[in-house]
C-alpha cells in the first residue's frame, strides 16, 4: 500500500502532465494553484519525515546521568532588620557563612511593590524570604543586594525618594493602625474612654470583664443617683 507521501508525488507528477497539455489560460491557474499546493504538502510531510527519524534517534541516545541534588529543605526567614535613607529601604539578613557561597548562589527578585530572596546551598540548605506589599513602590532597576560577610543586604530603591516609611509592608502599617484606640477630637472625649474599655473588654479574660461590668454598674448607679464625683 502506498504512503500519503507517495500519493502526493504521483498527484504532481499527474498535475504537470495535465498543466504541459492546458491550452486554456483558466484551466492553467487552477493547475498551477493544484500544483503549489501538492508541492507544500510534500515538503510539509518530508519535514515531518525527518523529525520524527530524528526523534527515533534522540529516545535511542543513553539517559544523561543526572547529578544527586546535595542540597537540603528549604528555611524560611523570619528575623531581618531595617532601616532607611533618602534614596533606600534596608533590609538586613544574617547567615553565617553567607559570604562564602558562590555570587550566583544568592539571588534576589525585585517587584514594584515586593522582593524575594533566594540563598540556595548554604551548609547544605536554601534559605528563602519573600517579603510582599511594600509600603511604597520601589525602583526595580535601581534596587540591588550586596554580600557581605555573615550578612545579605537588600537595597530597595525608593520610587519617591526623600520620603519617609514608617513601616516596611502595608499589612504592617495596618496590624500597627488597628492595635491603637481611635480618638476623635471633635466627639465627647468621653466616647473616647468608652472605645478603649471596649477594646480591653474584648481582649480581657474573665476577671478583667467582671471587673469592667462592676466599675460600670457603680457608674451607672453613682449618676442615676446624682451624686457623680467631679
Same mark, same amino acid.
Given at each position: 500500500?502506498?504512503?500519503? /507521501?507517495? !500519493?502526493?508525488? @504521483?498527484?504532481?507528477?499527474? %498535475? ?6 492546458? $491550452?486554456? +489560460? ?29 526523534? /527515533?534517534? !534522540?529516545?535511542? @541516545?543513553?539517559?544523561?546521568? %543526572? ?6 529543605? $528549604?528555611? +524560611? ?154
Amino acid at each position: 500500500m502506498a504512503s500519503a /507521501l507517495e !500519493e502526493l508525488q @504521483k498527484d504532481l507528477e499527474e %498535475v504537470k502532465v495535465l498543466l504541459e497539455k492546458a $491550452t486554456r +489560460k483558466r484551466v492553467r491557474d487552477t493547475l498551477t494553484t493544484e500544483k503549489s499546493k501538492i508541492e507544500t504538502e510534500i515538503k510539509n510531510k518530508m519535514q515531518q519525515k525527518s523529525q520524527r527519524k530524528a526523534e /527515533l534517534l !534522540e529516545n535511542e @541516545k543513553p539517559a544523561a546521568v %543526572v547529578a544527586p541534588i546535595t542540597t537540603g529543605y $528549604t528555611v +524560611k526567614i523570619s528575623n531581618y532588620g531595617w532601616d532607611q535613607s533618602d534614596k533606600f529601604v534596608k533590609i538586613y539578613i544574617t547567615l553565617t557563612g553567607v559570604h562564602q557561597v558562590p555570587t550566583e548562589n544568592v539571588q534576589v527578585h525585585f517587584t514594584e511593590r515586593s522582593f524575594d530572596l533566594l540563598v540556595k546551598n548554604l551548609n547544605g540548605k536554601n534559605y528563602s524570604m519573600i517579603v510582599n506589599n511594600l509600603l511604597k513602590p520601589i525602583s526595580v532597576e535601581g534596587s540591588s543586594k550586596k554580600v557581605k560577610t555573615d550578612t545579605v543586604l537588600i537595597l530597595c530603591r525608593k520610587k519617591a525618594e526623600n520620603t519617609r516609611w514608617d513601616y516596611l509592608t502595608q499589612v504592617e502599617k495596618e496590624c500597627k493602625e488597628k492595635e491603637k484606640p481611635s480618638y476623635d477630637t471633635e466627639t465627647d472625649p468621653s466616647e473616647g474612654l468608652m472605645n478603649v474599655l471596649k477594646k480591653i473588654y474584648e481582649d480581657g479574660d474573665d476577671d478583667m470583664k467582671r471587673t469592667i461590668n462592676k466599675a460600670w454598674v457603680e457608674s451607672r448607679e453613682k449618676q442615676a443617683k446624682g451624686d457623680t464625683e467631679f
